[in-house]
């Protein structure tokens, strides 16, 4: 099996087959399995098929702007089903590579599909399905495999001392982790308002402190509390603490993982700086202005645009290979 090595996907890539699906919309089969029906009046099922374009003619069956949405959501769909698959496959090849001990050549596959994964991920968050979800997987689980993948490649790139190879890899990780803080921030704050809220409500008998070192008193001193013996008039306060903890239970642990993304995305940021400082520390050769220019825009570049990322990301492994 030949594998071009060759990292990143485009929105244009994994929609390729959208603009010639929908020019066609009019003309096309709405699959009977997968939509169930295309109005309250037109029945679609497996043993029928309804065109679209009579549909729209019957009067009191589908509007157009319904059919269409099918249509949209039809191609999406097996745009995001082929990406995933090719994603996948290539993993599945790494797997193969690496077992059969090939381990670079399986590290730039595997970065291959880390690259497909992140693309992916991004494409759903541009769907209109409730939380990105295509099928089983959503698009928080995606990128939590695309950042795993990536800085398995990444750690496997400085053991090979392929440091510029690296630095791509970590700002990936780094892309990633932040683009899952970005979609966590509407819920966090959420958390953050419902637990401030709770925690301003200091009980009667304590002096007004600061709702924020009450809870930092609170959790420092929680073993210490649990074993001492209380005071009579400490237990209603006590008590009410730990009602407040148990309440919130699921927003502090929300909360933490917010802020575990927000850290991870920093360290894998300083990572990649540190190892495009390594990999261009001893570099006189002329030849290796080109990749380094084209290594320092993934770098300067922002989490926004996953897509474009992804294509610098390519340019600049291209250049790193020309480079040799």
């Known amino acids: 099996m030949q594998v071009e090595v060759r990292s990143g996907m485009t929105k244009s890539s994994l929609c390729s087959g959208t603009e010639s699906w929908q020019e066609k919309k009019c003309h096309r089969t709405v699959p009977e399995a997968e939509h169930g029906v295309v109005s309250d009046e037109v029945p679609v099922n497996g043993s029928s098929s309804v065109n679209v374009s009579k549909a729209l003619k019957q009067p009191g069956k589908a509007s157009s702007k319904n059919a269409c949405s099918l249509v949209r959501e039809n191609s999406f769909s097996l745009t995001v089903t082929n990406a995933l698959n090719d994603a996948k496959g290539l993993r599945i090849y790494a797997d193969r590579l690496k077992s059969s001990g090939f381990v670079f050549e399986s590290n730039e596959i595997y970065f291959q599909a880390a690259l497909k994964f992140l693309g992916v991920a991004a494409l759903l968050e541009t769907s209109n399905s409730e939380s990105g979800r295509h099928g089983d997987m959503n698009q928080m689980q995606v990128y939590s495999i695309a950042t795993k993948l990536c800085e398995m490649c990444a750690q496997e790139y400085e053991k090979c001392q392929e440091m510029a190879a690296a630095t791509l890899a970590y700002k990936c990780v780094e892309v990633a982790y932040i683009r899952v803080v970005f979609c966590k921030h509407s819920s966090s704050s959420r958390d953050l308002k419902e637990l401030q809220a709770t925690l301003q409500m200091v009980p ?11 809870v930092d008193n609170n ?30 239970c699921p927003s502090f642990r929300r909360l933490l993982d917010f802020t575990q993304d927000a850290s991870f995305a920093m360290e894998a940021s300083r990572k990649s700086q540190t190892c495009f400082i390594a990999a261009t520390s001893s570099l006189e050769d002329p030849q290796n202005i080109e990749w380094i220019a084209s290594v320092k825009k993934v770098i300067d570049f922002g989490f926004q645009d996953v897509d474009e990322l992804i294509s610098l990301v390519q340019q600049a492994t291209q250049a790193i290979s020309r480079s040799g």
């Open 219 to 248: 959790l420092n001193n929680q073993a210490i509390v649990d074993k001492a013996p209380l005071a009579k008039g400490n237990v209603s306060h006590v008590a009410g603490t730990h009602a407040v903890v148990a309440r919130n």
């Open 204 to 214: 009667q008998g304590e002096s007004p402190s600061s709702p924020v070192s009450d």
